[in-house]
């Protein structure tokens, strides 16, 4: 199975919000001729994927999932291989019956099917889960910029990849201090979820009381 944890972020941290104070670095922009002081800040996509531990974690989940679904589906890709095999040294030793041999051939055209089926089935949940993970992550990063920009200080959060931005001065980069943050976002959470799942025990306790 080809690796197909994707990384859907491109845009994911694009924050608009307006702001009349004038910054430094302001762009002059206005569709009626006027001046507006516009605020531009970007994030670095490639930094947030590696340094945002959300993502690592969820990369090593989905690489242990993969290497699973690989497992697995090996297994019963030599099963069905040692089966026909098989099949094959009885029929050249003229082991079975014309029925037993077409029950046999039958069955292992069955476990083939049936191997086709599970690796389309594990594949489609495998492409689902990583796409409710990337939600996720998109979810985050939006979230939290809306925090990290409550006091309107940028018009605009850029996300810069590659080349998609031609030119951008240094000092608009924010990327460390959004990873950072989120960073301290995703470690709280991490912290409550213990106690989260100490309170729902509790309640289970309670119910059969």
């Known amino acids: 199975m080809k690796k197909i944890l994707s990384i859907a972020?491109?845009?994911?941290?694009?924050?608009?919000?307006?702001?009349?104070?004038?910054?430094?670095?302001?762009?002059?922009?206005?569709?009626?001729?006027?001046n507006k002081s516009v605020s531009i800040a970007y994030v670095e996509v490639d930094s947030i994927m590696s340094q945002y531990e959300y993502w690592k974690d969820v990369t090593k989940l989905m690489q242990q999932k993969e290497q699973n679904i690989q497992k697995t589906l090996a297994s019963k890709q030599q099963a069905l291989q040692q089966a026909a095999a098989n099949f094959q040294q009885g029929i050249q030793a003229n082991k079975y019956t014309q029925q037993q041999a077409q029950?046999?051939?039958a069955s292992i055209q069955k476990q083939a099917q049936d191997a086709d089926a599970l690796q389309q089935r594990l594949g489609n949940e495998y492409q689902q889960e990583?796409?409710?993970y990337n939600k996720a992550l998109s979810d985050s990063i939006h979230n939290y910029l809306t925090t990290f920009n409550k006091d309107k200080k940028y018009s605009m959060i850029l996300a810069k990849q590659g080349d998609n931005i031609l030119y951008a001065d240094k000092s608009n980069d924010i990327t460390d201090a959004v990873?950072?943050?989120?960073?301290?976002a995703y470690?709280?959470?991490?912290?409550?979820?213990?106690?989260?799942s100490d309170e729902k025990k509790d309640e289970k306790k309670d119910e059969k009381k």
């Open 9 to 34: 972020v491109v845009g994911a941290c694009v924050m608009c919000s307006c702001n009349n104070q004038p910054q430094q670095n302001d762009a002059k922009v206005s569709s009626d001729g006027g």
């Open 103 to 105: 029950s046999i051939q």
């Open 130 to 132: 990583v796409a409710k």
């Open 179 to 184: 990873v950072k943050g989120l960073n301290k």
């Open 187 to 196: 470690k709280g959470m991490k912290n409550d979820a213990p106690a989260a």
